[in-house]
């Protein structure tokens, strides 16, 4: 069954916003960090932003002040809001977790959601 959903993308004009989700099956046990990455046509897929379990976050420069990721630890849910869309922030968002278990990591990954920054 498929671990992680992401939903929430679409079609935006720039300047927008977007709200991702991501809901993480109860069956992944231990996750410690959650994030997104992205990957646009012809590109590398790429952090975006990522958090602890204890809500330490980290992000890619370009979404600096614009992008916040956040978390519900209790309902194994990660989130992305973006704000300030641009076009160059089109791409295929991906869900990653990774469960921490005795120092022994495991990732996982959803199968990506669209976004399309366009007039």
């Known amino acids: 069954q498929v671990q992680l959903v992401e939903s929430g993308g679409g079609l935006v004009q720039p300047g927008g916003s977007l709200r991702l989700s991501c809901a993480a099956s109860r069956s992944i046990l231990s996750i410690d960090t959650m994030g997104w990455y992205r990957q646009a046509p012809g590109k590398q897929r790429e952090l975006v932003a990522a958090?602890?379990?204890?809500?330490?976050?980290n992000s890619e420069y370009s979404v600096k002040g614009r992008f916040t990721i956040s978390r519900d630890n209790a309902k194994n849910t990660v989130y992305l809001q973006m704000n300030s869309l641009k076009p160059e922030d089109t791409a295929v968002y991906y869900c990653?977790?990774?469960?921490?278990?005795?120092?022994?990591?495991?990732?996982?990954w959803g199968q990506g959601t669209q976004v399309t920054v366009s007039s």
């Open positions: 990653n977790a990774i469960s921490l278990v005795h120092g022994y990591s495991t990732g996982y």
């Open positions: 958090i602890t379990s204890g809500g330490r976050t």
